[in-house]
């Protein structure tokens, strides 16, 4: 059965929020198992396992968390085993979430993914039309895995 995983970095508990409703999204697609994580609490080696990806992460000066860098630096050595497989980017904040994006983003094609979702940048208050688009992020990224 495919999995997806749903990997990402709150501090303050917005992006979680974000990575549950994309979690819950994917969810509802039958057949695909789902697997949400802290990326503090991932194994590359254990992830790459997983068939589709979302990323996470508050925007910082317009950059993704430091956390969420380490862990796509340590996936870049097992890049190979990620490749052709769909991929999904979001990221919450105060300002700088597309920048943010487009920096998971560039990182992500030397994955060699089958293709990157378009992303769901969100503001630090989120809401239920936010949590809707979550919802819906996931579960193109489970249908992408038929």
């Not at 990997?7 to 969810?27: D, L």
């Not at 697997?35 to 194994?43: G, L, R, T, Y």
């Not at 589709?52 to 340590?74: D, H, N, R």
């Not at 990221?91 to 943010?100: D, E, I, L, P």
């Amino acid at each position: 059965m495919p999995k997806v995983l749903v990997a990402y970095y709150s501090k303050t508990g917005n992006t979680k929020q974000v990575a549950e409703a994309i979690a819950e999204g994917a969810k509802s697609v039958q057949g695909v198992n789902v697997e949400i994580k802290n990326v503090a609490d991932i194994n590359a080696k254990e992830a790459v396992e997983a068939d589709g990806f979302a990323f996470g992460s508050p925007s910082y000066f317009s950059v993704m968390s430091g956390p969420l860098l380490t862990l796509l630096t340590e996936l870049y050595f097992v890049r190979e085993k990620m490749a052709g497989k769909p991929m999904a980017i979001f990221a919450t904040g105060v300002g700088g979430q597309v920048k943010a994006m487009e920096n998971i983003e560039s990182i992500l094609k030397a994955f060699t993914p089958k293709l990157i979702l378009p992303g769901l940048a969100i503001g630090n208050k989120i809401s239920e039309t936010d949590k809707q688009q979550a919802k819906q992020l996931g579960e193109k990224l489970a249908k992408s895995l038929a």
